[in-house]
Every structure is written in C-alpha cells, then in structure tokens.
C-alpha cells in the first residue's frame, strides 16, 4: 500500500465550479504538505504548501490539513479551462528532503 | 523569474548505453533533487544533494550516480541503459535559506527515451 493515496480521476467539472482534491497518508511523520499541478509532459508546478493543520487560502485556491485524519485537501473556485491538469499531493517529514508524492488527479473542466 | 533549467530535453539511447542528465538550479538555490516519473506515474525520488554533498538518497539505481557541482548545477549519470529505464526525469531545486527551504520548484524534465 502507497504512503501517500490520491484519487486518480479523472474529475470533470463545469467551467466555475468548484473542483474538490483530498489525498491521505499513513506516515505520521509527514509534516510539510504540498500541491502541485503539472500539465501534460511539463514539470510540477507548486501550488500550495502548508506545514500545520487548517486552512491556507492563495487566490482562488485554498489548502487544508487535518493532521489527526491523515487528511489533506485542495479546493479550486471559479474553476476555469485553464485549470485542466494533473494535481498532484506531495509531502514530506520534518527531516529530510524527500518527497512522496501521491498518485496525481487528472482534473478536467469543461467550458 | 529564473526557473530550473535541464538539459537536454529529449534523449534516446539504445539499450546498454549511458546517458548524462543536467540541472541548472533557479540562481542562490543550494539544493537539488532528482526525480523519476514513469508513464502515467507519479514523480519517483532518486536523490538529493546540499551544498555538493549527498544529503538524500531514494529509490536510485545502482547504475545511476550523481553529483552537484562547485556552481551547483548537478548531474545524472545513467548507465547500461535498461527499456525500463526510459521516463520523465525531474531535476527541482530549493534554497535553505529562510523559511521557503521546503518549497522545491522542477524544472520542464528529460524525456529519456530507451530503446
């Protein structure tokens, strides 16, 4: 079993609606928690990083972190075309610089 | 802003040859990491280096070496090349300096292809 599981979609949404990502992990030393969105045959782009439990909003893009769950999530408003990508969770313990990465969500959205 | 640069883009090598990967970090990051993403798959964690020196080491091949240079491009070297082998390979690159030190940024990557 993955340390780190993502839903891997895809998710089709209407144009302006909100789309909805979660990942779970098992490993309680993860602390630092990141999304990316990576277009097809292009680098992760870092969306998003958060270290303790909450929500983070940047813009149209909020972060949550719920430690005590395992559970962390990434909402999209006003969803656009533009927004059509592969999400992917990443996260990593306090020491260390490794990465583990979820699955990626390929999310599509529809004008 | 300056983003990771890697090269080359694309490569193709034939089974049992080498290849050499290059990372240019974004300019003052002292950190660089490696990746592999196989079709379809989610980025793989090879290894990582500070300041020259290994500081992480994942799921690398023994047939893989690497190493960060005095101007801290680094370099992947892949030898006797294996079809599984071919992939999207990510360089990313971060600064310890200040808070952001956990925020890794990937360059465009390698499509290594093996045939």
Same mark, same amino acid.
């Given at each position: 079993?993955?340390?780190?599981?993502?839903?891997?979609?895809?998710?089709?949404?209407?144009?302006?609606?909100?789309?909805?990502?979660?990942?779970?992990?098992?490993?309680?030393?993860?602390?630092? /928690?990141?999304?990316?969105? &990576?277009? %097809?045959?292009?680098?992760?782009? *870092?969306?998003?990083?958060?270290?303790?439990? +909450? =929500? $983070?909003?940047?813009?149209?893009?909020?972060?949550?972190?719920?430690?005590?769950?395992?559970?962390?999530?990434? /909402?999209?408003?006003?969803? &656009?075309? %533009?927004?059509?990508?592969?999400? *992917?969770?990443?996260?990593?313990?306090?020491? +260390? =610089? $490794?990465?583990?990465?979820?699955?990626?969500?390929?999310?599509?959205?529809?004008? | 802003?300056?983003?990771?640069?890697?090269?080359?883009?694309?490569?193709?090598?034939?089974?049992?040859?080498?290849?050499?990967?290059?990372?240019?970090?974004?300019?003052?990051?002292?950190?660089?990491?490696?990746?592999?993403?196989?079709?379809?798959?989610?980025?793989?964690?090879?290894?990582?280096?500070?300041?020259?020196?290994?500081?992480?080491?994942?799921?690398?091949?023994?047939?893989?070496?690497?190493?960060?240079?005095?101007?801290?491009?680094?370099?992947?070297?892949?030898?006797?090349?294996?079809?599984?082998?071919?992939?999207?390979?990510?360089?990313?690159?971060?600064?310890?300096?200040?808070?952001?030190?956990?925020?890794?940024?990937?360059?465009?990557?390698?499509?290594?292809?093996?045939?």
């Amino acid at each position: 079993q993955k340390e780190v599981e993502q839903d891997p979609g895809p998710l089709s949404v209407p144009e302006g609606a909100i789309v909805s990502l979660n990942c779970t992990y098992s490993n309680s030393a993860f602390q630092y /928690f990141m999304w990316y969105r &990576q277009y %097809s045959r292009k680098g992760p782009e *870092l969306l998003m990083y958060t270290y303790s439990s +909450g =929500n $983070k909003e940047d813009g149209r893009f909020t972060a949550q972190v719920d430690k005590s769950s395992k559970y962390i999530s990434l /909402f999209i408003r006003d969803s &656009q075309p %533009s927004d059509s990508a592969t999400y *992917l969770c990443a996260m990593r313990p306090a020491a +260390g =610089n $490794k990465l583990t990465f979820g699955g990626g969500t390929r999310v599509l959205v529809k004008p | 802003a300056a983003g990771v640069i890697q090269s080359p883009r694309h490569l193709i090598k034939e089974k049992r040859e080498t290849a050499t990967l290059k990372c240019y970090p974004i300019p003052r990051h002292d950190t660089v990491y490696w990746y592999q993403q196989g079709p379809g798959q989610d980025p793989q964690f090879l290894i990582s280096f500070y300041e020259k020196m290994q500081s992480d080491k994942g799921s690398i091949p023994d047939r893989f070496s690497a190493q960060q240079f005095s101007d801290y491009h680094s370099e992947l070297n892949m030898s006797s090349l294996e079809l599984g082998d071919s992939a999207l390979y990510f360089c990313a690159s971060s600064s310890l300096a200040g808070l952001a030190y956990y925020e890794q940024y990937f360059g465009p990557g390698t499509r290594l292809t093996v045939t």
